[in-house]
């Protein structure tokens, strides 16, 4: 959501600066609003929206700038479109970081189960199907409270 909402707000600014320039003046601000075409608000928010998303995921494509203030404008957009991407690379690094040290406590868990059957000589059979069953809550999200098993 915050990325829709930033890409939003970049779009507005990519729109007021090229108002600011002049419309059509150069090929990167927005097109001349006399042209039909681009004269309808939804065209004008639509292809500002558009610029802006090109812009913040790096994807490129859109005209190069031409002066100097729409060379800046650009850079700040590059470098909040990097910026974008280490976050959201970051988060997904931590979640699987998260996923795999819940795994890892679950394993231990598991191992502790299967040292405790082995020291009070529980039947294969009832150690697999003990095992089965905490595979299963584990993978049905199923937390394993210790003293509710006990």
């Not at 007021?16 to 090929?27: N, P």
């Not at 700038?65 to 700040?76: A, I, K, N, R, T």
């Amino acid at each position: 959501l915050y990325i829709v909402i930033i890409i939003h707000w970049n779009a507005c600014v990519y729109y007021s600066i090229s108002k600011a320039i002049g419309f059509g003046s150069d090929t990167w601000v927005y097109p001349d609003v006399t042209i039909p075409e681009f004269s309808r608000l939804a065209r004008k928010y639509v292809y500002s929206l558009y610029w802006s998303t090109l812009t913040l995921t790096t994807i490129g494509e859109t005209p190069p700038p031409v002066l100097d203030s729409e060379y800046f404008f650009v850079v700040g957009d590059f470098l909040i479109g990097v910026l974008i991407f280490a976050t959201i690379v970051g988060n997904v690094g931590s979640m699987i970081s998260n996923m795999n040290a819940a795994r890892a406590e679950f394993q231990s868990r598991i191992d502790g189960i299967k040292q405790y059957m082995r020291f009070r000589k529980v039947s294969k059979d009832l150690e697999k199907r003990v095992i089965k069953w905490f595979d299963y809550l584990w993978s049905n999200k199923k937390a394993v409270d210790e003293r509710e098993v006990l």
